[in-house]
């Protein structure tokens, strides 16, 4: 089945550092990536929606100037927290979109966990 | 008031119990309704999907969905320790190919020995 590869799965970083976490897609083309976030026993909430070689749709509420997306290819999406703050701290997936009807259309990724200390 | 509610639990069983998990939503537009099973700080699997109204069966898993009511369900029979997860139910209303999911809160569930 679909597969996609996320990295890292966990990250330690200083307070006002960038930090960047990769999603690729292993056996299909995705379109479209989403991005979410989760914190500690809640849902996931959606972040942005990026479609390859196109700008993000962020969601309401979500800086895009401190979540940087780039789609820059139908394989590889790319989340880059920007001067991360302890509040950034949290846990972050991806999910894409396989069009091609191979399988059903969400994959996830395995999720990175996020600290900033 | 949020599309998609889901009590968030925690759910505790006894192995080899049957497993009710439940969630309602209100936009009339969602077509395609998905569990999704999440275990700690792994990202979500895809347990079931179905289309509109029906029941779905696979293996000890059965969703259920009532259109009229806005009520959906994911049974699990025979519970395992296994099966101790958070569960995801999720929605989208263009299809399998395309649309944003939105997600209820999640169920946390136990199955203890």
């Known amino acids: 089945g679909a597969v996609v590869s996320q990295h890292p799965s966990w990250v330690i970083c200083k307070s006002g550092t960038s930090v960047k976490i990769e999603c690729r897609s292993l056996?299909?083309?995705?379109?479209?990536m989403f991005w979410y976030r989760q914190f500690p026993k809640q849902s996931l909430m959606l972040m942005a929606t990026?479609?390859?070689?196109?700008?993000?749709?962020?969601e309401q509420g979500v800086e895009k100037d401190k979540f940087l997306i780039n789609h820059a290819s139908l394989t590889l999406s790319t989340l880059t927290v920007t001067s991360a703050h302890p509040e950034d701290s949290s846990f972050y997936i991806c999910?894409?979109?396989?069009?091609?009807?191979?399988?059903?259309?969400?994959?996830f990724g395995s999720g990175t966990r996020l600290t900033v200390v | 008031q949020k599309e998609v509610e889901q009590d968030p639990g925690p759910l505790s069983v006894p192995e080899g119990a049957i497993v009710s998990l439940n969630c309602t939503y209100s936009?009339?537009?969602?077509?395609?309704f998905m569990w999704y099973r999440q275990y700690s700080r792994k990202g979500p699997e895809l347990l079931m999907y179905?289309?509109?109204?029906g029941n779905k069966e696979d293996g000890r898993f059965t969703a259920q969905v009532d259109k009229s009511s806005k009520y959906i369900s994911l049974f699990i029979r025979d519970s395992q320790p296994s099966d101790s997860a958070t569960y995801l139910c999720?929605?989208?209303?263009?299809?399998?190919?395309?649309?944003?999911?939105?997600f209820g809160q999640g169920t946390i569930l136990t199955v203890h020995p």
């Open positions: 936009n009339s537009a969602f077509q395609y």
């Open positions: 179905t289309y509109s109204s």
């Open positions: 990026s479609n390859e070689g196109s700008k993000a749709t962020y």
């Open positions: 999910s894409a979109r396989d069009n091609s009807g191979a399988s059903y259309g969400y994959t």
């Open positions: 999720a929605t989208n209303a263009g299809g399998t190919s395309y649309g944003k999911l939105t």
């Open positions: 056996d299909f083309q995705a379109t479209t």
